[in-house]
């Protein structure tokens, strides 16, 4: 069974830190890309950042965050992480980790996604 378990969430005031983990389970953590999501009350669900499952291993970063926060993996703990420094109350939202996989149709690549479930990041100012 997948499973992807996102934590780390809590309370933090303006210009604090946060580190959430995300641990995964039930398939070869080493194949996937990751991503983090957020959503904040009202809002749709926007990428945060996202990083590949190769050796050279490429993140990338929505603009809001760029520079604050940093995405990573340990492959030996099935672990991703995202850092995240000088928070502000806009982060606000529930996080969630998502792990994406290709298979073929058919012959055709087609891209899966896998969800976890949410973590509550609260900054206030």
């Known amino acids: 069974e997948v499973q992807l378990q996102a934590s780390g969430g809590g309370l933090v005031q303006a210009g604090g830190s946060l580190r959430l983990s995300c641990a995964a389970s039930?398939?070869?953590?080493?194949?996937?890309?990751f991503g983090w999501f957020r959503q904040a009350p009202g809002k749709e669900r926007e990428r945060v950042s996202c990083i590949s499952s190769h050796e050279s291993i490429t993140r990338g970063y929505v603009d809001s965050v760029r520079g604050r926060f940093t995405i990573s993996r340990d492959n030996a703990k099935n672990t991703v992480y995202l850092q995240m420094n000088s928070l502000k109350p806009e982060d606000t939202a529930v996080y969630y980790c998502?792990?994406?996989?290709?298979?073929?149709?058919?012959?055709?690549?087609?891209?899966?996604?896998?969800w976890g479930q949410g973590t509550l990041v609260t900054v206030s100012s």
């Open positions: 039930g398939f070869n953590f080493d194949d996937y890309g």
């Open positions: 998502a792990a994406d996989y290709i298979e073929y149709v058919g012959g055709t690549p087609v891209v899966g996604r896998h």
